[in-house]
């Protein structure tokens, strides 16, 4: 049977205050969906709300749980293929 991880309302909160300050856009929706599911509802109502399918928030909440808010505010960027550049 699957892990089934709660969000307590006080976290829900935080992450409702980091949100405020988040300039990163994916970083704002991740942080928002882990928030939805800490204010009750379920992963289907959430994707609706968010755009993300079931599955994808069930691994933020897991990925919250397991990590923390920097596992989801982290932009996973990196840097691009440069060798054809020229100097100028």
Same mark, same amino acid.
């Given at each position: 049977?699957? /892990? ?16 405020? =300050?988040? /300039? ?22 959430? !994707?609706?709300?968010? !755009? ?23 932009? !996973?960027?990196? !840097?691009? =293929? ?7």
């Amino acid at each position: 049977m699957p /892990k089934t991880y709660q969000i307590t309302e006080t976290e829900s909160n935080l992450l409702r205050e980091i949100m405020k =300050n988040c /300039k990163i856009v994916t970083a704002y929706r991740r942080l928002e969906a882990v928030a939805l599911r800490g204010e009750g509802k379920n992963n289907d109502e959430i !994707g609706q709300l968010t !755009g993300f399918h079931p599955d994808s928030v069930s691994k933020l909440v897991s990925r919250f749980c397991n990590y923390g808010i920097t596992a989801l505010v982290k932009d !996973g960027r990196r !840097g691009g =293929n440069n060798k054809n550049l020229t100097i100028e």
